[in-house]
């Protein structure tokens, strides 16, 4: 068990990995040249010359959502990792899917995003810091179009494209606030138009979301050509089609549309692919790599980001909606502290034993029990145990859960890896073992955009209505005209709370969800709803992570947790 304190880094690094070429073959049966090594411990799937192993076969999908995120922090990857450590020490053939970290939190205010304590994947720098280039290849892509759009512009505009209706603009894999909102193309005629435009994070580019929805190479370029990226004089569309853009960009996004394929610290095989955040984002790990998963193992865990208003409702009603994918099995991780955080007790004070306060920020956690029952699937709630944790304020957490006659299941994986999950795991294979639930969609693909959009607000987020802009409406409005209306919606707003103020947390009602700006991402499939003071370009906290990261005098890597 490692010691209170430890920094993941310390105890990720005290963990040799094993060759993922043998991994490879050992676990699944792939021979070298099915892998792309990026050195010896992490590699991507060669898609172009192995198929998948077994067509016929297909695994059973958990998902792994939480309830809504505190300071005090849930471990929502840490469980996903634990519990497939759990799953495998039980004999079964498992293997989890996450997303990539972003260099945009790690260096703000979340750190790392590969678990953490004994459930962690490694090479933890590796995946945390760069990874194999599949956030650099996406960032180039769509800065690529950026450039092409005004290189198309300052040589005469034949797409007769009116600069004012572009909506291509620049990311970086990095949180800046002072690049949210430029203007471009100053200096004089041979420096471009002059326009105004910004940045976002790269993690909310469609393109993003494209390589997380493809099936394939050929799915990808025919996603990236149908991007829009502005209008006409007469308000057509301009796709990146009919800018020839779609090959160069798929050119660089060839590679990174591959899975990686690393390890947990108990050498258990971890796909990690793609990275959209759940709060600007659908939140999600690439479809490829879930559906190769599937095909390799009997069972594979999913996460889909933030709480299960965010991930697990994305996951269902734009992942699943599009690829055909359903869970089988569904985990809600909570915490004791969490709890009393939702129910109004300070940070400081969450280490002082209080029952009153689990109870009452137990409404939050039965609000998401409440969601996924309505989706059709019966949660199987993980506590993420601390060392703080009394039995009392554990047995609330089991009350609670019983008035849903759902299980919760005490998990202790950061501090004992595989061993502290194997009953969250029974419970789970119990679960499955009940069959595969009917999951139902929230909404048909025929309603209206503000009807979708009201649908996940009155329903999830048990707001009184939505108060829509009047440039949010004339942009949904368009959007249905053009002929996408049919398209599920992807709600962008703070991850902490059920409402559009992150300073409400239990399980606020009658709130109205501010809806100010609508996006169309045609590519990808989804139309964005962006609420509240959102940003779909981070700033950084008042004291980033990054100033307390550097190198030792080994050359190690220091602060990073």
């Known amino acids: 068990m490692p010691p209170p304190g430890t920094p993941d880094i310390e105890i990720a690094r005290a963990v040799q990995p094993q060759s993922i070429l043998l991994l490879a073959q050992q676990r699944f049966g792939l021979p070298a040249d099915s892998l792309v090594p990026f050195g010896h411990y992490k590699a991507k799937i060669n898609m172009k010359h192995v198929g998948l192993p077994d067509p016929a076969h297909n695994g059973k999908l958990v998902l792994v959502t939480a309830m809504t995120p505190t300071p005090a922090g849930e471990g929502k990857t840490t469980t996903s990792v634990g519990l497939n450590d759990g799953l495998n020490r039980l004999g079964a053939r498992s293997s989890v899917c996450l997303r990539e970290p972003s ?7 979340k750190g790392g995003a590969a678990g953490g304590g004994r459930a962690q994947v490694i090479p933890m ?16 892509a769509h800065n690529l179009l950026a450039s092409l759009i005004d290189n198309h ?3 005469g505009n034949e797409a007769d494209l009116d600069i004012r209706t572009i909506t291509w603009r620049r990311v970086m894999d990095l949180n800046d606030r002072a690049l949210r909102n430029l203007v471009v193309g100053l ?8 326009r105004e435009t910004g940045f976002d ?3 909310a580019s469609e393109l993003m979301a494209i390589l997380c929805m493809a099936d394939n190479t050929a799915d990808l370029q025919a996603r990236l050509g149908r991007i829009i990226v502005g209008r006409r004089r007469d308000q057509s569309p301009v796709t990146v089609a009919q800018l020839g853009a779609d090959g160069a960009m798929a050119i660089l996004l060839r590679d990174a549309l591959q899975p990686n394929l690393v390890q947990s610290l108990e050498h258990n095989p971890v796909f990690i692919h793609g990275g959209p955040f759940a709060n600007i984002a659908h939140g999600c790990n690439s479809v490829m790599a879930t559906r190769y998963a599937l095909n390799l193992n009997d069972i594979v865990v999913t996460e889909a980001g933030f709480g299960a208003d965010l991930g697990a409702e994305k996951f269902i ?5 599009q690829s055909g994918l359903r869970p089988d099995a569904v985990v809600l991780v909570s915490t004791v502290r969490a709890l009393k955080m939702q129910g109004g007790v300070a940070r400081k004070q969450l280490d002082t034993p209080d029952v009153a306060a689990v109870y009452a920020g137990g409404a939050n956690l039965t609000r998401h029990i409440r969601n996924l029952l309505s989706f059709g699937l019966t949660p199987v709630v993980a506590i993420n145990h601390f060392p703080g944790d009394t039995e009392a304020e554990v047995e609330a957490v089991r009350d609670l859960c019983r008035d849903w006659q759902v299980p919760a299941v005490v ?14 795991a029974q419970a789970v294979l119990d679960q499955l073992a009940q069959g595969s639930p009917e999951v139902q969609l929230l909404y048909p693909d025929s309603a209206s955009l503000q009807d979708k959009i009201e649908t996940i607000a009155t329903r999830v987020y048990d707001a009184a209505g939505i108060d829509v802009s009047t440039a949010a409406a004339r942009q949904l409005a368009d959007f249905e005209q053009m002929g996408f209306g049919h398209l599920p919606v992807c709600i962008a707003k703070t991850q902490y709370s059920f409402s559009a103020d992150p300073n409400r947390r239990g399980a606020p009602t009658g709130h109205v969800l501010p809806v100010r700006e609508a996006r169309l991402c045609a590519g990808a499939g989804f139309v964005v709803a962006i609420c509240g003071d959102i940003m779909t370009m981070p700033g950084l906290p008042r004291h980033p992570a990054a100033l307390n990261m550097g190198l030792n005098a080994d050359g190690d890597i220091y602060g990073l947790v």
């Open 187 to 194: 200096g004089g005629g041979a420096h471009g138009v002059p």
């Open 201 to 203: 994070i790269t993690v």
């Open 103 to 109: 260099l945009g939190p790690c260096f703000g205010m």
């Open 317 to 321: 009603d734009i992942k699943c909606r």
């Open 125 to 140: 720098e590796d995946i945390n810091l760069h990874f194999n280039g599949d956030f650099h290849a996406i960032t180039a």
């Open 153 to 155: 512009i300052h040589w």
């Open 411 to 424: 998990a202790s994986h950061w501090a004992e890896g595989g061993d502290g999950a194997t009953e969250l």
